[in-house]
């Protein structure tokens, strides 16, 4: 009988105990589980933060590349190709009846090109008396380029002729796109009408007027420069007349009307 009733003591004793620890273990499941809900919140940030980084990078990566338009090999392009246009130009000019000098390029090499050119006006001891900058854009290859030094005072004696020749790479060219339809005169200006056969539209027109004498000298040009015309379409240009030293309209024997470029922005 008293073993019995110390049986029953000690189940009783066990069961109280174990509903005083009950509680204790609820807290410890409750902290558990908060620290492994602290800690997955915490890693949630941390993939966020690292995810953010990686994409801050790649558009970091992505700018620096589109702020370098050439790769070395592009370069090392680029420098063959200017030294190349160096090499096959031929530069000639023409002291025209007002002063100016007319700068005629004839790029010779297989690229697109510029010219940089510089006309330095010498009195009669050689000394430099003005620097005149001349740019001829978008010479095409195998053709002519045209560009004028104008000075208002002509009062030099001789002068000297500086080209530099630089790659035009950017552009394509139509040239050859380009029909003259119709020429006429009148008053103070050269009316060309032409015809856009390209099959894109033109960003730059020029077209240039030489002028000849009856010995077949050139003693005057001019040119003008259009934009933005349309694949297909027709239509007029008006180039200004040149002058002599007397300020009246050049006489002249016969006009030649020459596309001195016709191109589109984009690689060729």
Request: no cysteine.
């Amino acid at each position: 009988m008293d073993n019995n009733l110390n049986n029953v003591n000690m189940y009783n004793n066990v069961n109280q105990i174990e509903q005083k620890n009950e509680p204790i273990n609820n807290e410890k499941k409750k902290s558990s589980n908060k620290i492994e809900i602290i800690i997955i919140i915490l890693l949630i940030i941390i993939i966020a933060i690292l995810i953010g980084i990686i994409v801050r990078l790649s558009m970091k990566i992505n700018s620096l590349k589109q702020q370098i338009p050439v790769t070395v090999t592009d370069v090392e392009k680029l420098d063959k190709i200017e030294k190349e246009i160096n090499k096959k130009y031929v530069e000639k000019d023409y002291a025209l009846t007002d002063g100016s000098i007319l700068i005629e390029i004839e790029n010779k090499s297989n690229y697109g090109a510029n010219a940089d050119v510089k006309v330095e006006l010498m009195d009669e001891k050689k000394n430099i008396i003005d620097v005149i900058d001349v740019y001829i854009s978008g010479i095409n290859s195998k053709e002519k380029g045209y560009g004028l030094a104008t000075m208002w005072e002509a009062n030099y004696s001789s002068y000297k002729v500086t080209t530099n020749m630089l790659p035009a790479t950017s552009l394509r060219f139509h040239n050859k796109d380009v029909s003259i339809i119709s020429e006429n005169v009148s008053e103070n200006s050269y009316i060309v009408q032409y015809k856009n056969k390209a099959s894109e539209k033109l960003d730059s027109l020029e077209i240039g007027v030489l002028f000849y004498d009856k010995k077949n000298n050139i003693i005057g040009y001019s040119s003008n420069i259009e934009s933005n015309i349309e694949a297909g379409s027709t239509s007029s240009m008006k180039i200004r007349m040149p002058i002599d030293e007397e300020y009246e309209n050049i006489k002249y024997t016969k006009a030649k009307t020459i596309i001195i470029g016709a191109y589109t922005y984009g690689d060729s």
